[in-house]
């Protein structure tokens, strides 16, 4: 249980209006731009809080202005570790993808530096699924996700959102992985896009969210 406030979290665009802290949410779809809508709509900070985000395809200044399309000045409220662009105010960038080890470190390092500024805070990682392509061993990916990104969430007043594009080639049985990660997550998402700005999210582990939610990308 994590030790802070027991507020809950929402995501009133999305009808997402009582994600309980502590709560790690894996992301699963094959429509990236759907996937990513979504996404950065649960890990956008409202005014209390801050994000901090891994992207390994976007640059931060991207990430900052996602966020910001989410929620009005979401993207000030954001530390984000970019696997492209250059790094900035708030942003810094990452070297190789596939050293898990100082990614995990660095992660953790932000996440401890954001619950200085404000305790409450979400994370994210988009995309998974280009960190599992990356990596040596996917097996490597689980430790980080435990190590780093679960642990942080068990301890803290904050929820996480891993997201993974099931259409990614990572060199592994992408139901594999999406089956052995729902072990060590608390809920899963899986969009399904289903028009051209019209998703489907079918929920799990989500407790008083509707099982099926249709939202507008």
Known sequence: MSLGSSESFTADSMG????????????????????KSVFYRLVAAEEDERSVVVATDE??????????????????????LTGTGASGTDI?????????????????MHLSETQQQTPRFRTGIYLCSTICAEADDVRSVYRLLNSNFL?????????????????SDIGASVSS?????????????????????EATLTTS??????ETVTVSL
């Not at 709560?23 to 759907?34: E, F, K, Q």
């Not at 960038?93 to 995990?104: A, P, S, V």
């Open 177 to 197: 992985v999406v089956a052995g990660m729902k072990t060590s997550f608390k809920a899963c998402i899986e969009v399904e896009k289903t028009g051209r700005r």
């Open 205 to 210: 582990g989500l407790s008083g969210v509707d």
């Open 92 to 108: 810094d960038t990452i070297d190789d993808l596939g050293d898990l080890t100082k990614l995990g470190m660095n992660l953790s």
């Open 16 to 35: 997402l209006d009582a994600i309980d802290s502590g709560t790690s949410i894996l992301l699963v779809g094959d429509d990236s731009d759907a996937l």
């Open 151 to 167: 642990s942080e969430l068990r301890r803290g007043d904050g929820i996480g959102v891993c997201a993974l594009d099931t259409s």
């Open 59 to 80: 640059s931060g200044r991207g990430v900052q202005r996602a966020l910001n399309r989410a929620v009005r000045g979401a993207g000030s409220r954001s530390s984000v």
